[in-house]
């Protein structure tokens, strides 16, 4: 029997970037799955819950709960709301008679995109081509809460023409932090100066095109937005559309020319 | 009223803000701190490499420590005891005041002039060298990161790498307006050489001292000993030749047994330096008895409370595990940028952020919680596995439930969770700002200022959104 998948899209991709929702689902039902993303769903809590604001950020994670719980697994494009409904909604819904141990049951079977799809489908490979050269940043989330690392790197490696230089610094914080990039700017536009640097000196002396790729929305819009702002001419993309071969409209911040 | 920080250790770490702005600023500093990655973070992982029972190691030291802290009163009084009966005094001090007032009482006692001190952050805490200072007895620092701030008239930017924010050029200029007796034609280019420099001048002072002062890194209430780890050999030095040794330690120092101490240890140097055992681990278990060859004729432990014991019971007690290896400050993106002196008190980096609203109250630390990117990385290396970024999201919660958090935080997170918690609201609100801002940015494909979004685009473009939500889009592909 198919497996019923929720798909857990995050409030930054729906808002900044759908197509990368849209990549999920298919990757996703080309390994059989079927795909739902009910529409009730908003955000995982975490602005709330990482500003300190406990109450609204368990308000919150009840209602993913009611609205998720009923799928095989839920699957979310980022390490960053993967890892605060696998490891934080028991934490925080530790004490809630009604709804502690539907939390525990969820997170169980919450996941990471990429994740999932190697650890869980047992998926090597994807039928996508990506002709270039790109470089891979490891957020911090999916790395630490969730083990994500080998996982995207096995499927690029299936990707038809992409080659994958490592970037030295693919493991250090791109100074995102959510609300800290905002609460500490200057600190956090030192930390992304010092990756945007890495990444241009990593992807340096290609003749092609080259590409960031990273599995968090929030980590690639600061990345692409200090990239752009200093003129590097490095392309930025959601792994997921690499890996569905639906990489073709304009990259993170890349203009349209239209409208 | 008790005095967790004098007056005189500066605190401002209400200034995170300010003082990280200066510290980024600051070319020296920037130099000085640029090759932690390389240094401290490269060391460690080495030595993690090198011993494949490291997890496991740090899994037993963990328990070690929660079975102290849950019995702490009996493993605390069991050390007391075990010192007394050993010829030693006990001082049980439960603030910085009381503390100061101790070690004071029994430098007068003796009538001291000069104290040589090892390197001790409790010292730093109670602020010892201004109150010893102050009443006419010269502290004199032999541990060399802490004699070149001395110099300086600095605090320690580290608690194990004290003077880390200096480059190498800063410290021979520091010693040659120092020493200007010695050599001006010597060398001050390497380590090796400043080391060479401070002992010429430490040798004398290690002999004129009437009281030697260190810290601890373990108290064993098995033993009654206290137990330093150095690499300079002066904790050595400071603590056998004066007449009297003065040990000064907080309380969650403590472990039950000899064998406890050696497990952590194995955790301790190669989560800070990268080394297997720090040059020098020294256990001093009371004064000299008959017969010894050498070793102090009075012994002294003061254990100092100064808020910990506040703590114990709350979600912030497995932050009383920590050994103070430093493991987090070097690996914290934030703390390699800033430094220790932006926290602006003894503590930095994230056990510093976490500590110091513990030890002083967070209306006194409201920056400090918010100055992580919750990264991970802090706990990813922790040997005794503190879970600091949940402990930074508690004070959070504190801050918020006291109305610490600034009201235009407070406001944007409520406006917010008023859509994220009405989904119809919410959903017409996406496809509207979709439409809207993508409309705006779509062909550059990024905005260069935004309002309400003035931190983000100072520094960098926003991307503008695609055009359309991705329910907008799911709705249309499923018909």
Request: a neutral charge; aromatic letters at 6%; proline letters at 5%.
């Amino acid at each position: 029997m198919a497996i019923r998948v929720g798909l857990f899209v995050t409030c930054l991709v729906d808002l900044f970037r759908p197509s990368v929702g849209l990549a999920a689902a298919k990757l996703l039902e080309e390994a059989g799955c079927i795909v739902e993303a009910p529409s009730a769903q908003t955000c995982c809590g975490q602005p709330a819950y990482n500003s300190g604001d406990r109450k609204t950020a368990q308000a919150i994670a009840r209602q993913v709960v009611d609205l998720f719980e009923g799928f095989d697994h839920v699957v979310a494009p980022s390490g960053s709301c993967g890892g605060m409904l696998r490891a934080h909604f028991p934490e925080l819904l530790a004490d809630d008679p009604r709804y502690a141990a539907r939390a525990q049951a969820l997170a169980a079977k919450s996941h990471e995109l990429v994740a999932f799809l190697v650890d869980v489908l047992g998926r090597e490979r994807v039928a996508a081509r990506f002709p270039g050269l790109v470089t891979y940043h490891d957020s911090c989330s999916g790395l630490r809460e969730l083990g994500v690392k080998a996982q995207p790197r096995r499927l690029l490696k299936s990707v038809e023409g992409l080659e994958l230089k490592e970037l030295p610094s693919a493991e250090i914080c791109c100074g995102f932090g959510g609300t800290f990039c905002i609460k500490y700017p200057e600190i956090s536009d030192r930390l992304v100066s010092e990756k945007a640097e890495d990444i241009e000196r990593t992807l340096s002396g290609s003749k092609g095109a080259t590409t960031l790729l990273a599995g968090d929305l929030g980590c690639l819009l600061n990345m692409a937005g200090k990239l752009g702002r200093r003129g590097v001419k490095v392309r930025v993309r959601h792994v997921a559309e690499v890996l569905a071969g639906m990489a073709e409209g304009p990259a993170i911040g890349e203009g349209s020319g239209e409208g | 009223m008790s005095t967790i920080a004098p007056e005189s250790s500066h605190l401002d770490s209400l200034h995170f803000k300010d003082n990280a702005k200066l510290a980024l600023a600051d070319a020296n500093l920037q130099k000085a701190l640029a090759g932690m990655d390389d240094t401290f973070v490269a060391y460690r992982a080495r030595a993690v490499e090198r011993l494949p029972e490291f997890e496991a190691l740090r899994d037993a030291a963990k328990a070690i420590k929660d079975h102290a802290l849950a019995n702490l009163d009996f493993y605390l009084q069991r050390f007391a005891d075990k010192v007394e009966a050993g010829g030693g005094h006990v001082h049980w001090c439960v603030d910085a005041d009381a503390a100061r007032a101790a070690v004071l009482a029994i430098c007068r006692r003796v009538g001291a002039r000069t104290v040589t001190k090892g390197k001790t952050m409790i010292g730093e805490e109670i602020a010892i060298n201004d109150h010893l200072q102050a009443n006419g007895i010269e502290p004199v620092e032999t541990d060399l990161g802490e004699y070149i701030i001395q110099l300086r008239h600095e605090t320690p930017s580290h608690i194990i790498a004290p003077a880390i924010h200096l480059t190498v050029e800063q410290v021979g200029e520091t010693f040659r307006e120092a020493h200007q007796d010695l050599d001006p034609k010597r060398p001050l280019v390497d380590p090796g050489d400043m080391l060479t420099e401070a002992r010429a001048k430490l040798r004398k002072r290690f002999l004129a001292a009437d009281v030697g002062i260190t810290g601890a890194n373990f108290l064993i209430a098995e033993t009654g000993s206290t137990v330093i780890v150095t690499n300079e050999g002066n904790g050595d030095l400071t603590q056998i030749l004066p007449k009297m040794h003065i040990v000064i330690a907080s309380i969650e120092k403590i472990v039950p047994t000899l064998a406890d101490a050696a497990t952590i240890l194995r955790v301790l140097a190669r989560s800070a330096t990268g080394q297997e055992m720090s040059v020098y681990t020294t256990f001093s278990t009371g004064p000299r008895r008959p017969g010894d060859l050498d070793g102090p004729e009075e012994f002294h432990v003061v254990l100092l409370d100064n808020g910990r014991t506040a703590l114990l019971g709350t979600e912030f007690e497995s932050m009383l595990r920590c050994i103070r290896c430093g493991a987090c400050l070097d690996h914290c993106p934030v703390y390699q940028k800033v430094g220790g002196h932006a926290y602006g008190w003894v503590y930095s980096g994230p056990m510093g952020a976490v500590l110091t609203p513990g030890l002083l109250g967070i209306e006194k630390a409201t920056p400090l919680p918010g100055a992580s990117t919750f990264c991970g990385r802090c706990e990813s290396v922790c040997p005794m596995r503190i879970p600091l970024p949940n402990m930074l999201r508690h004070w959070r919660e504190r801050e918020f439930e006291r109305h610490l958090t600034p009201a235009r935080y407070r406001s944007g997170i409520a406006l917010w969770s008023f859509f994220a918690r009405r989904p119809r609201l919410y959903r017409l609100g996406a496809g509207l700002a979709a439409r809207l801002l993508g409309a705006l940015g779509g062909r550059r494909g990024a905005f260069r200022s935004l309002p309400l979004a003035g931190g983000w685009t100072a520094y960098r473009d926003m991307p503008a959104p695609q055009g359309r939500s991705f329910h907008q889009l799911w709705a249309a592909r499923k018909r």
